[in-house]
């Protein structure tokens, strides 16, 4: 099984609105990921968790704010978003050993900000 | 500084006939190296990884061939199949230190796979 499931699938949310993206994967791996993907752009990495500590943090502005309730999930909380944050949002999951460092990725949460 | 390069933008083949899809890396740092294929408004998907200490590896009608010394890996994909047209990304990673979990990808290269 190398699902990664996320929730909400599509999300549209207003400049002062507060929304969190959710994340789940029952693979039994210790890294998860979060990225922006712009259309006809490669996935952009935010942050990474290992071992549910926030190990980087790709400069993201605060208004992304990454949470690590457990191994198995990952949120994404936003606030006061802007326009040019709009796109899809994926979730990866990894094992934290050398050698075994594929990610598999979520679906996605296409995100329209208004 | 763009560290993986897809240097093709699209790639257009026959149906039955081999995809042949190339990626060129600057860091020799990296040591592992995968190809994920995406369609629109979905996530990628996994398709093919090969470590740095081989030079091929094959999975069905997937085979990545990885050429060190030119700091260059392919994807064949034998025969191609309408259902293979999508966008694929080739992706690094072991670039090692702080870089440790982190992908660097390539600018992707849409493959459209003609019936």
């Known amino acids: 099984d190398t699902e990664v499931t996320q929730t909400p699938k599509h999300l549209v949310m207003g400049m002062t609105n507060k929304k969190s993206l959710k994340c789940e994967q029952h693979m039994g791996h210790r890294a998860m990921y979060w990225y922006k993907q712009k259309a006809k752009k490669p996935p952009e990495l935010m942050f990474v968790y290992s071992y549910e500590k926030l190990s980087i943090n790709e400069s993201v502005p605060s208004r992304f704010s990454p949470e690590c309730p457990n191994s198995s999930l990952l949120n994404l909380h936003l606030h006061a978003l802007q326009p040019e944050d709009s796109a899809l949002y994926l979730c990866?999951?990894?094992?934290?050993?050398?050698?075994?460092?594929?990610?598999?990725f979520g679906p996605g949460t296409r995100l329209l900000v208004l | 500084d763009q560290q993986v390069k897809q240097n093709s933008p699209s790639l257009s083949v026959q149906e039955g006939r081999i995809s042949i899809l190339n990626c060129d890396y600057t860091n020799s740092m990296f040591d592992y190296f995968l190809w994920y294929k995406k369609y629109p408004a979905e996530g990628p998907t996994f398709l093919i990884s090969i470590s740095s200490i081989k030079d091929k590896n094959e999975d069905g009608r997937f085979t990545v061939f990885l050429n060190k010394s030119a700091k260059h890996l392919s994807l064949h994909i034998v025969p191609s199949q309408p259902g293979d047209s999508a966008v694929y990304f080739c992706?690094?990673?072991?670039?090692?230190?702080?870089?440790?979990?982190?992908?660097?990808f390539g600018q992707g290269t849409i493959l459209t796979v003609h019936p």
């Open positions: 992706a690094a990673s072991g670039a090692g230190g702080t870089s440790y979990g982190k992908l660097t």
């Open positions: 990866a999951s990894s094992q934290d050993r050398p050698g075994e460092e594929t990610q598999y």
